[in-house]
């Protein structure tokens, strides 16, 4: 009997030794490889619960970002500064709002002049959020209703400045400088100068169109927590119906302006003609009566002259003796030098000294 319960130990024991198998070929698991794998799993998933607890709880807030730290929908702190802080796991929630400086493209206008003028307004606005806590309040975090709530205000601005403006101003105030044309002096004739006006064009610094619509736009910041740092035009246009009459009276007033400087220099050269003409007349006066006054003075001298060679006895015979030779020079010409004279020639009177 003993010998039998000892063979049958030893049958059990050689039993649990060898390897059980399932039906498909995999090795069947004991009792301790089962308590083993439980545990494993167990930890595993006490690791991955702290993981998520542990990164849940962290906020990474960037440099162009603002954190709200919500608790069941209440903001309970803001976070301005970049680095890492943390919450309360599954109980706070954190919202995301831009620190940055955004652009927001408006949609092109129409918008009215003072003049009942229709334009086309193309523009941008450069904002960013100042009090995230005041734009989480108003906007609902949203960057999407900002730009609703932007476009609205800057329409109206834009409107209320261009509405008081005539069309002309418009398009002067786009850059914020103006060219004017100065007349630098009157025209005037004094003696025998001609002054002429002089004009030059001198380009003045005006308020923009950017500073009027800006000037428009007023509490935005106190009401929304957003700041609008830049609205600018980028595009100013008339509708397509409005070009071919704003161009034609464009034209009409440049043939205008064209016809008003020929006018004008017209003028001017006749006044320089008349000018000219009454410098040649004084001057041609001017020499015609010192060539009076020199010819008066020869025809003087020349009496004079006469006067000293006839009233001496001795220089009037000798006057009269050249006078007489130079009658016979100027009579003889030609080959023939022979003079024939008569006793009662004047000329010959004088050769003989009978005159």
């Given at each position: 009997m003993a010998d039998f319960n000892q063979g049958m130990n030893q049958n059990h024991n050689t039993t649990e030794d060898f390897e059980r198998f399932n039906s498909d070929g995999t090795k069947k698991k004991g009792k301790g490889d089962k308590k083993g794998t439980g545990l494993g799993m167990a930890l595993v998933l006490i690791v991955v619960l702290a993981v998520a607890l542990f990164g849940n709880s962290m906020v990474v807030t960037r440099q162009n970002q603002f954190k709200l730290i919500?608790?069941?929908?209440r903001v309970q702190r803001v976070v301005t500064q970049s680095g890492l802080s943390?919450?309360?796991p599954f109980v706070e929630s954190v919202d995301t709002i831009p620190k940055q400086l955004l652009l927001y493209d408006l949609p092109a206008s129409d918008v009215i002049t003072s003049d009942k003028k229709t334009m086309i307004l193309d523009s941008y606005v450069l904002w960013h959020v100042t009090d995230p806590l005041k734009f989480a309040q108003t906007l609902s975090c949203s960057v999407s209703n900002a730009e609703s709530r932007i476009d609205a205000i800057v329409y109206n601005a834009t409107k209320n400045t261009i509405s008081n403006m005539k069309q002309d101003e418009v398009i002067r105030s786009r850059d914020g400088k103006m060219t004017i044309t100065?007349?630098?002096s009157g025209t005037e004739a004094t003696g025998n100068d001609l002054v002429l006006s002089e004009e030059k064009e001198?380009?003045?610094?005006?308020?923009?169109l950017t500073e009027e619509i800006m000037?428009?736009?007023?509490?935005?910041?106190?009401?929304?927590?957003?700041e609008i740092v830049v609205v600018d035009v980028k595009k100013l246009d008339l509708p397509d119906d409005n070009k071919q009459a704003v161009y034609g009276r464009m034209i009409s007033e440049r043939e205008n302006i064209a016809a008003q400087y020929t006018a004008e220099g017209k003028s001017e050269a006749k006044m320089i003609e008349n000018t000219t003409d009454k410098e040649v007349s004084i001057m041609l006066s001017d020499a015609q009566a010192k060539a009076e006054a020199v010819v008066a003075e020869g025809e003087a001298e020349y009496m004079r002259i006469l006067s000293d060679a006839y009233g001496d006895p001795e220089k009037m015979d000798f006057y009269s003796f050249v006078r007489a030779l130079d009658a016979v020079k100027g009579s003889i010409t030609g080959d023939n030098k022979t003079v024939i004279l008569s006793d009662d020639s004047p000329v010959a009177q004088i050769f003989n000294g009978q005159y």
């Open positions: 919500r608790q069941f929908g943390f919450k309360i100065v007349d630098e001198e380009v003045i610094e005006i308020t923009s000037g428009q736009i007023n509490h935005v910041e106190e009401q929304y927590g957003i």
